[in-house]
């Protein structure tokens, strides 16, 4: 007898319409009730709400039960919901309210033509209901591309037709191993399965590649014993296992008829299994080609931006010379868009035919197929050639034939500059420590000097000629021996010996090293020491501070109109801090020229006077002091610079 499943809000409703035709029906209010029920229940038609429908829904009850038609209940609200699932398999839709004499038509109507079906089909009155589930079920996995999708089917249709409680599937990976992917059982039947059990059968089966069927009891509880039926079939195509499908019941064991239909059902099995792992490969191949376009388009875009972005020049440039492509910043040296440049000469730019060598390095990395480079010439005039480097790098093809070169015109003119400060500042250092061994070598015979003078000094009265003249040669002495110290302390300044000395003595210390050069150049210098304190620093280092800015000073006020004059003060700025001040009346230092001052090279004076160290010497000794400096300037008013230190840096003991 054809019975009905509603699963609906409106079941009170409904249940006095429907009893007017002679047919049975089950009442749900729930989607779970009614999902669990049409697992083991089969319905000739379901009526069931749209709110209570969706995909997953629809799907799992096509795939259960292909034959039941779904009549959908919608209220206008939800007509365009119901329309949207007439196209996945829906039969028909009833709009709410519900009226009486539509709804019993309708079911009529659809109940009448399957008995009429039934009757026409007369040449399948003979086959046993389980080989018509089961070719259903064939058909249904045959159009089943999704791996996930294949196995429900499987599992549902394999239950469906031996009744079992439970159904599972365990499939195998590139190496045989095998792993359960999915369980189709009734609720509460997973108490059945004990899956040690289960699964030892499951991996015999797969080891011998036969059918395995026994009866296995085991103790639920202290009191109760569950005997089941295990069958349990390999999934095979081609000899190669694809898995393993158990069916596990209660029943008595499975008949024989019954286990010629599960092994061509696992046949079948297979070729769907197997055929949801192509479309599964295709998919992910498909998916991996368009993840590769992705990537070849979104890495042609960061090229062009990092081609664009590079400051020197960059050109790829075909076996004839013409220019395939080139970067922005050298088209705009040329003073046009590269889209302008592209398919021109590179002999017709402005500069190329200027350096016949570099042409010919080009022509000779397009033939040899070996990286080369140019460099221009340290007089060259031409603009686009002065200063610029250029690596030629060849492209090959498949043949490894040079096709295309690029060639990277890189500006060398920083390097070139530092190249030759380097050079002079190894001279420097050469000349210090030549300074150092003229006063080593000059510290020993006035050592015997001052000694022989201390000597007479002794032995003589004060009142004579002579005492007087070894006084004088003592004090000579002394003042020598100042000045070598000095200069040795300045053949060193590699490492920093912090120890506590008088702020005013290191400025005294660098004065008698400059003095006689200030006053050949008529500078006065004015000492304004309001602070003498005692400060923790490394005496020579901040020796040469003092030196700089004075030597400084004394350049800055050559051919000056007025009396050239230079201040020294120290001041405290507060009680752990004190501050050096060094103004000068010369020239003073253009605006734009302040915030470069402390630059390594930098130097206003013209080239070959100045190596541009001396300010950045300063600065870096302030700093490694935890000090500060700072300049200001008014142009032929005064230039100052302020030193600010604090008095307790830590000491070397």
Same mark, same amino acid.
């Given at each position: 007898?054809?019975?009905?499943?509603?699963?609906?809000?409106?079941?009170?409703?409904?249940?006095?319409?429907?009893?007017?035709?002679?047919?049975?029906?089950?009442?749900?209010?729930?989607?779970?009730?009614?999902?669990?029920?049409?697992?083991?229940?089969?319905?000739? #038609?379901? #009526?069931?709400?749209?709110?209570? =429908?969706?995909?997953? %829904? #629809?799907?799992?009850?096509?795939?259960?039960?292909?034959?039941?038609?779904?009549?959908?209940?919608?209220?206008?609200?939800?007509?365009?919901?119901?329309?949207?699932?007439?196209?996945?398999?829906?039969?028909?839709?009833?709009?709410?309210?519900?009226?009486?004499?539509?709804?019993?038509?309708? @079911?009529?109507?659809?109940?009448?033509?399957?008995?009429?079906?039934?009757? /026409?089909?007369?040449?399948?009155?003979?086959?046993?209901?389980?080989?018509?589930? +089961?070719?259903?079920?064939?058909?249904?996995?045959?159009?089943?591309?999704?791996?996930?999708?294949?196995?429900?089917?499987?599992?549902?249709?394999?239950?469906? @037709?031996?009744?079992?409680?439970?159904?599972?599937?365990? %499939?195998?990976?590139?190496?045989?191993? $095998?792993?359960?992917?999915?369980?189709?059982?009734?609720?509460?039947?997973?108490? #059945?399965?004990?899956?040690?059990?289960?699964?030892?059968?499951?991996?015999?089966?797969?080891?011998?590649?036969?059918?395995?069927?026994?009866?296995?009891?085991?103790?639920?509880?202290?009191? =109760?014993?569950?005997?089941?039926?295990?069958?349990?079939?390999?999934?095979?195509?081609?000899?190669?296992?694809?898995?393993?499908?158990?069916?596990?019941?209660?029943?008595?064991?499975?008949?024989?008829?019954?286990?010629?239909?599960?092994?061509?059902?696992?046949?079948?099995?297979?070729?769907?299994?197997?055929?949801?792992?192509?479309?599964?490969?295709?998919?992910?191949?498909?998916?991996?080609?368009?993840?590769?376009?992705?990537?070849?388009?979104?890495?042609?875009?960061? +090229?062009?931006?990092?081609?664009?972005?590079?400051?020197?020049?960059?050109?790829?440039?075909?076996?004839?010379?013409?220019?395939?492509?080139?970067?922005?910043?050298?088209?705009?040296?040329?003073?046009?868009?590269?889209?302008?440049?592209?398919?021109?000469?590179?002999?017709?730019?402005?500069?190329?035919?200027?350096?016949?060598?570099?042409?010919?390095?080009?022509?000779?990395?397009?033939?040899?197929?070996?990286?080369?480079?140019?460099? !221009?010439?340290?007089?060259?005039?031409?603009?686009?050639?002065?200063?610029?480097?250029?690596?030629?790098? *060849?492209?090959?093809?498949?043949?490894?034939?040079?096709?295309?070169?690029?060639?990277?015109?890189?500006?060398?003119?920083?390097?070139?500059?530092?190249?030759? !400060?380097?050079?002079?500042?190894?001279?420097?250092?050469?000349?210090?420590?030549?300074?150092?061994?003229?006063?080593?070598?000059? /510290?020993?015979?006035?050592?015997?000097?001052?000694?022989?003078?201390?000597?007479?000094? %002794?032995?003589?009265?004060?009142?004579?000629?002579?005492?007087?003249?070894?006084?004088?040669?003592?004090?000579?002495?002394?003042?020598?021996?100042?000045?070598?110290?000095?200069?040795?302390?300045?053949?060193?300044?590699?490492?920093?010996?912090?120890?506590?000395?008088?702020?005013?003595?290191?400025?005294?210390?660098?004065?008698?090293?400059?003095?006689?050069?200030?006053?050949?150049?008529?500078?006065?210098?004015?000492?304004?020491?309001?602070?003498?304190?005692?400060?923790?620093?490394?005496?020579?280092?901040?020796?040469?501070?003092?030196?700089?800015?004075?030597?400084?000073?004394?350049?800055?006020?050559?051919?000056? *109109?007025?009396?050239?004059?230079?201040?020294?003060?120290?001041?405290?700025?507060?009680?752990?801090?004190?501050?050096?001040?060094?103004?000068?009346?010369?020239?003073?230092?253009?605006?734009?020229?302040?915030?470069?001052?402390?630059?390594?090279?930098?130097?206003?004076? *013209?080239?070959?006077?100045?190596?541009?160290?001396? $300010?950045?010497?300063?600065?870096?000794?302030?700093?490694?002091?935890?000090?500060?400096?700072?300049?200001?300037?008014?142009?032929?008013?005064?230039?100052?610079?302020?030193?600010?230190? *604090? %008095?307790?840096?830590?000491?070397?003991?």
């Amino acid at each position: 007898m054809k019975k009905i499943a509603v699963a609906s809000q409106y079941c009170s409703e409904l249940q006095e319409i429907l009893a007017e035709i002679a047919f049975e029906f089950d009442l749900f209010t729930e989607a779970a009730q009614f999902t669990a029920q049409f697992h083991h229940q089969l319905y000739s #038609l379901v #009526l069931l709400d749209v709110g209570l =429908s969706s995909a997953a %829904l #629809l799907a799992e009850l096509h795939a259960t039960s292909p034959e039941t038609l779904i009549i959908l209940l919608a209220s206008p609200e939800e007509r365009y919901q119901a329309l949207e699932q007439l196209q996945m398999g829906v039969y028909d839709y009833l709009l709410l309210p519900l009226d009486a004499s539509e709804v019993i038509l309708k @079911v009529k109507r659809i109940l009448d033509e399957q008995s009429l079906k039934q009757k /026409n089909s007369t040449f399948f009155d003979d086959v046993p209901t389980g080989l018509l589930i +089961l070719n259903e079920a064939t058909q249904e996995m045959i159009q089943t591309l999704e791996l996930a999708a294949a196995q429900r089917v499987i599992l549902a249709k394999a239950r469906q @037709v031996t009744q079992a409680e439970v159904a599972q599937i365990y %499939l195998a990976d590139k190496r045989g191993h $095998l792993t359960e992917s999915q369980t189709d059982s009734l609720p509460g039947a997973e108490k #059945l399965i004990d899956n040690e059990l289960v699964l030892k059968l499951v991996q015999q089966a797969a080891l011998t590649q036969t059918v395995i069927s026994q009866r296995l009891t085991y103790e639920m509880s202290e009191s =109760s014993q569950v005997t089941t039926s295990v069958q349990v079939n390999p999934i095979i195509s081609r000899e190669k296992l694809i898995g393993v499908l158990a069916l596990i019941s209660r029943s008595a064991d499975f008949s024989t008829q019954l286990k010629q239909w599960l092994a061509i059902f696992c046949s079948q099995a297979a070729i769907a299994i197997e055929n949801a792992y192509l479309f599964q490969d295709l998919s992910s191949a498909y998916i991996d080609l368009a993840q590769s376009r992705e990537k070849i388009l979104h890495s042609h875009n960061t +090229l062009q931006v990092i081609f664009d972005g590079i400051s020197d020049g960059l050109y790829i440039l075909d076996q004839d010379l013409s220019i395939s492509t080139l970067n922005r910043i050298e088209a705009e040296r040329q003073g046009c868009k590269p889209e302008e440049l592209v398919g021109r000469s590179y002999l017709l730019l402005d500069g190329p035919n200027d350096a016949p060598g570099l042409i010919t390095q080009i022509r000779e990395a397009l033939r040899t197929g070996q990286e080369t480079t140019w460099t !221009s010439p340290q007089d060259e005039s031409n603009l686009y050639l002065k200063d610029r480097e250029f690596h030629i790098y *060849p492209i090959r093809n498949r043949l490894a034939q040079s096709e295309q070169v690029v060639v990277f015109a890189q500006d060398v003119s920083e390097r070139r500059r530092w190249q030759a !400060s380097l050079f002079r500042s190894a001279n420097l250092a050469a000349v210090g420590q030549l300074a150092g061994s003229v006063a080593h070598q000059i /510290n020993n015979p006035l050592t015997v000097t001052m000694t022989n003078s201390q000597l007479i000094l %002794l032995d003589t009265e004060p009142e004579t000629e002579t005492y007087e003249m070894a006084t004088g040669i003592l004090k000579a002495g002394e003042r020598i021996q100042n000045i070598i110290t000095n200069l040795l302390e300045f053949s060193n300044q590699e490492r920093y010996f912090f120890i506590l000395t008088d702020l005013v003595e290191t400025i005294d210390g660098a004065l008698a090293l400059v003095i006689r050069s200030l006053k050949k150049a008529n500078i006065k210098i004015i000492n304004d020491y309001q602070a003498q304190p005692m400060l923790s620093a490394s005496v020579s280092h901040l020796k040469l501070v003092w030196i700089n800015l004075l030597l400084n000073a004394r350049d800055a006020m050559t051919n000056l *109109p007025r009396q050239p004059q230079i201040t020294i003060s120290t001041r405290f700025v507060s009680e752990r801090m004190v501050k050096v001040v060094i103004t000068d009346n010369g020239t003073g230092i253009a605006a734009k020229d302040l915030d470069q001052l402390f630059r390594p090279f930098f130097t206003t004076k *013209p080239v070959g006077k100045a190596l541009g160290l001396g $300010l950045y010497s300063a600065h870096a000794i302030v700093e490694r002091h935890n000090g500060q400096i700072k300049v200001s300037s008014v142009p032929n008013v005064a230039t100052t610079f302020e030193v600010i230190l *604090p %008095l307790d840096n830590p000491r070397d003991l």
